[in-house]
């Protein structure tokens, strides 16, 4: 099936330091999404692109819808311990049926 | 509000044997889903519904059955249970015009 791939696949950072981690396809879609899992739960939406070239914040966290609607990046600033968790990409191609194709995920960890 | 709930939340079952898990929302959405989430391979979409009474494959339906009798509820079945089948499944939900799916925490399910 269509994959999304995610990089890197686990971060191990010190408190304070930038995390940067994308998400390519070889195929094109219309909106991005990424989600965090903390341990024992699900994901949670942190932030979601619909255009090309759409830059998002969300406090800490910014997102980027690439240019060829191919890849998207997620920036995390000045890491703190509870950013502790999964990351995940996921992309939708259409939008009469809401569904999602995921990335890999991302483990961060991060240490005080 | 308890948004998307999973019951059960574990089960250990024998080759063999079917169970089915329960996917609730009391949120209103139209769309719901079922992923399984297994080590490295971030969340695959198993079945899908798109209202009540209607549901469709996703990109790993074998092995599963599903059903939508009521809008708020999203059964998944396993008639056989295998070992290959070892793994957290999520369920989760969305509005038909926007693509923030909501999750729930999860059933990990073992096949022994």
Same mark, same amino acid.
């Given at each position: 099936?269509?994959?999304? %791939?995610?990089?890197?696949?686990s971060?191990?950072?010190?408190?304070?330091?930038?995390?940067?981690? /994308?998400?390519? =396809?070889?195929?094109?879609?219309?909106?991005?999404?990424?989600? &965090?899992?903390?341990?024992?739960?699900?994901?949670?939406?942190?932030?979601?692109?619909y *255009?090309?070239?759409?830059?998002t914040?969300?406090g800490?966290?910014?997102?980027?819808?690439?240019?060829t609607? &191919?890849?998207?990046?997620?920036?995390?600033?000045?890491s703190?311990?509870?950013?502790?968790?999964?990351?995940?990409c996921?992309?939708?191609?259409? =939008? /009469?049926?809401?569904?999602?194709?995921?990335?890999?995920?991302?483990t961060?960890? $991060? *240490?005080? | 509000?308890?948004?998307?709930?999973q019951?059960?939340?574990?089960?250990?079952l *024998?080759t063999?044997? +079917?169970?089915?898990?329960?996917?609730?929302?009391?949120? /209103?959405h139209?769309?719901?889903?079922?992923?399984?989430?297994?080590?490295?391979?971030?969340?695959?979409?198993?079945h899908?519904?798109v209202?009540?009474?209607?549901?469709a494959?996703?990109? #790993?339906?074998?092995?599963y059955?599903?059903?939508?009798? *009521?809008?708020? %509820?999203?059964?998944?079945?396993?008639? +056989?249970?295998?070992?290959?089948?070892?793994? $957290?499944? !999520?369920?989760?939900?969305?509005?038909?015009?926007? #693509?923030?799916?909501? !999750?729930g925490?999860?059933?990990?399910?073992?096949?022994?």
């Open positions: 099936g269509q994959q999304l %791939n995610q990089s890197p696949q971060m191990f950072i010190q408190e304070g330091e930038d995390v940067s981690m /994308n998400c390519t =396809s070889s195929s094109i879609f219309n909106t991005w999404l990424w989600y &965090k899992q903390d341990p024992g739960e699900g994901p949670v939406l942190l932030i979601a692109l *255009k090309a070239g759409e830059l914040s969300n800490r966290l910014t997102a980027q819808f690439g240019i609607r &191919k890849d998207s990046f997620l920036n995390i600033s000045a703190i311990p509870s950013d502790v968790g999964i990351y995940f996921a992309g939708q191609q259409t =939008s /009469n049926t809401g569904k999602l194709i995921f990335g890999q995920g991302t961060l960890q $991060v *240490k005080p | 509000n308890a948004g998307v709930t019951t059960p939340k574990f089960r250990v *024998k063999g044997q +079917s169970m089915t898990l329960l996917c609730a929302q009391d949120m /209103n139209e769309y719901m889903y079922w992923y399984r989430q297994d080590p490295g391979m971030g969340l695959r979409l198993i899908y519904s209202g009540e009474g209607t549901t494959k996703g990109e #790993v339906p074998d092995g059955n599903v059903s939508r009798l *009521k809008k708020q %509820n999203f059964l998944l079945g396993l008639e +056989s249970a295998a070992p290959s089948q070892t793994s $957290v499944y !999520f369920c989760a939900s969305a509005y038909r015009v926007r #693509v923030d799916a909501f !999750f925490q999860g059933t990990r399910l073992t096949v022994v």
